[in-house]
């Protein structure tokens, strides 16, 4: 019953930015948090940041601490994530998801997702 759509994505060269959208349809009853999730080539999935919707309170990956920032704009059932200072090795397929619980950096555990938006960034 939640759909979740991202967009933002695109071709940025090192040292570059972009900001990723996720937009959430569906009750807000139903979810609690949302997540980005990222997958490169030969790589699982793994968590990037979560925010609580209620709360705001945010989370980040040890890796992108001081680059990315996660926020929402609840009027809007819109989550964001601003990236700055784009490296290689950020290179990914990055997916937001929802759960009906706070925060979890693992992926398993989020009940919807989103289709993915390509994020590449060249050296």
């Known amino acids: 019953q939640v759909q979740l759509v991202e967009s933002g994505g695109g071709l940025v060269q090192a040292g570059g930015s972009l900001r990723l959208s996720c937009v959430v349809s569906?009750?807000?009853?139903?979810?609690?948090?949302i997540g980005w999730f990222r997958q490169a080539p030969g790589k699982e999935r793994e968590g990037v940041s979560c925010?609580?919707?209620?709360?705001?309170?945010?989370y980040y990956q040890d890796s992108v601490k001081g680059r990315f920032t996660i926020s929402r704009d609840n009027a809007k059932n819109t989550v964001y994530l601003q990236m700055n200072s784009l490296k290689p090795e950020d290179t990914a397929v990055y997916y937001c998801?929802?759960?009906?619980?706070?925060?979890?950096?693992?992926?398993?555990?989020?009940?919807?997702w989103g289709q993915g938006t390509q994020v590449t960034v060249s050296s």
């Open positions: 998801a929802t759960r009906g619980f706070g925060c979890s950096g693992r992926h398993y555990q989020y009940s919807y």
């Open positions: 569906g009750s807000t009853l139903d979810y609690y948090a």
């Open positions: 925010i609580n919707i209620s709360a705001g309170v945010t």
